[in-house]
């Protein structure tokens, strides 16, 4: 009964322009743009179906964690985001993903929601700029989805983002988007200070009474200039995520994404599949939003789809880290990445310049890949979602992992009495063939 519960409340609730956006542009067109994805990769060629653009750093937060120049006002021109988007459509994609930094923060954001009426865009804010006036603009375009990012109530929101009464903020924006009728969506990346808060049935039928339409949970990762380890969450508690998802899905009527996991509960990394890849702040192509490094950016004459498709950089990204490992390689193997920026000669994009510090700084640990633990999707829609549009793509057909002898670290680590506080880092993962690791414990 959960489908036809979520239909009435969406079909009730969200204005029809926006619906039809969605259905179309989002839902039809982005199917089509996955197949495009399948037909391209089967003739060797990558170029993502799925891709995020961060159109500014500036932001009114300072979270923990945030890997952002946040203090810094680099922000991608609307000519440029016009391009950059043009080309992609040629090429079939249809959907963005747009991040900052603070995306309301970039005065010509709308302008661009405007130009491109035949896309759909998922907007990562935290919603404190959501004006009504805002929200209506944005319910006349129809073509967008704000993802509302909330850490925690009152004490840990303003905590973890760095200032004052930050969750009433939020939640004034989040109001203002369900009732100018958009669909709306709000994010959690789930840490140590907010799993027993935020992952519960009660929060999910919370965000319902508040009439939003779907969650997305996120892993939180210790990465940027301040990382706080100490919110990094255990492979107990990864476990219990991931197991509360499926079991949520089939359970409360309120649609629940993630990228990390396929029908079966398979764990993949969204870069290494190559669905998706991320454009930083200065027209950066990066490898992903957390990987701070680049070779070539979206300035390039050849334009988007031609540099992305030859780019050995995005290409030995994709390869290295599915051969090691289904999860995060920036938390499991951060060693590879130095390799491959070494290999490649790339820049580190960040204005701070200490990215390879930081990457330095991260000891590794388990991310989402947890063999062994493995919970496929209980819910039909999600099965057939994932078994068609969202799965592994085929990335790890040559692996060098050992995955029993991973299954055999996680039970150890599992075995172990939970510890309050840091979460301790564990040996990366085990190699079967010819290379050694650099950093294995
Ligand atoms: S490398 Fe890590 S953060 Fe980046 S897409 Fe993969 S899993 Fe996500």
Not at 135 to 153: C, D, F, K, M, V
Not at 197 to 204: A, P
Not at 316 to 327: C, N, Q, V, Y
């Amino acid at each position: 009964m959960i489908v036809p519960q979520m239909l009435f409340r969406t079909l009730r609730s969200a204005d029809p322009r926006c619906l039809w956006k969605f259905a179309w542009n989002f839902g039809w067109k982005g199917m089509l743009s996955v197949e495009r994805f399948k037909r391209r990769i089967k003739r060797g060629e990558y170029f993502p179906p799925f891709l995020y653009l961060s159109i500014l750093n500036t932001c009114n937060l300072r979270c923990q964690g945030c890997w952002v120049d946040v203090e810094s006002k680099d922000a991608i021109d609307l000519d440029a985001l016009n391009r950059t988007i043009l080309d992609a459509k040629r090429h079939g994609n249809s959907f963005f993903g747009i991040l900052g930094g603070e995306p309301f923060m970039h005065p010509q954001l709308l302008d661009l929601l405007a130009a491109h009426p035949d896309c759909y865009f998922q907007i990562f804010t935290n919603g404190q700029l959501i004006t009504e006036k805002t929200a209506n603009r944005l319910r006349e375009l129809g073509n967008s989805t704000p993802l509302i990012s909330i850490e925690g109530r009152e004490m840990v929101s303003d905590e973890r983002r760095g200032k004052k009464d930050v969750f009433a903020r939020t939640l004034r924006g989040l109001e203002n988007s369900v009732k100018a009728g958009l669909l709306t969506g709000v994010a959690t990346s789930v840490c140590r200070s907010n799993i027993e808060e935020l992952l519960t049935e009660d929060w999910l039928r919370e965000l319902i009474r508040r009439g939003v339409h779907y969650a997305w949970y996120h892993g939180y990762r210790p990465v940027g200039p301040k990382p706080n380890f100490d919110l990094a969450l255990s492979p107990e508690q990864l476990v219990r995520i991931r197991r509360f998802v499926v079991e949520m899905r089939a359970t409360v009527p309120i649609a629940i994404i993630d990228a990390y996991y396929d029908h079966d509960g398979q764990a993949l990394c969204p870069m290494s599949t190559g669905i998706s890849h991320h454009i930083g702040p200065k027209g950066d192509i990066e490898p992903c939003p957390i990987i701070q490094f680049a070779v070539e950016d979206i300035h390039d004459r050849r334009g988007l789809f031609e540099t992305m498709r030859s780019s050995a950089f995005l290409k030995d990204f994709r390869e290295l880290s599915a051969r090691h490992t289904r999860g995060c390689v920036v938390m499991e193997r951060p060693d590879l990445i130095r390799e491959i920026v070494l290999k490649h000669g790339a820049r580190d994009t960040t204005t701070r310049g200490t990215a390879m510090a930081e990457l330095d700084a991260i000891t590794p640990r388990f991310s989402q890949w947890l063999p062994g633990e493995e919970v496929p999707e209980k819910h039909w829609m999600y099965r057939l979602a994932k078994k068609y549009w969202f799965h592994d793509f085929n990335a790890y057909r040559n692996v060098a992992f050992d995955a029993e002898a991973r299954a055999r670290q996680l039970r150890d680590e599992l075995a172990q009495p939970v510890l309050n506080g840091a979460t301790p880092p564990v040996p990366a993962p085990e190699l079967v063939g010819d290379s050694q690791p650099r950093c294995s414990g």
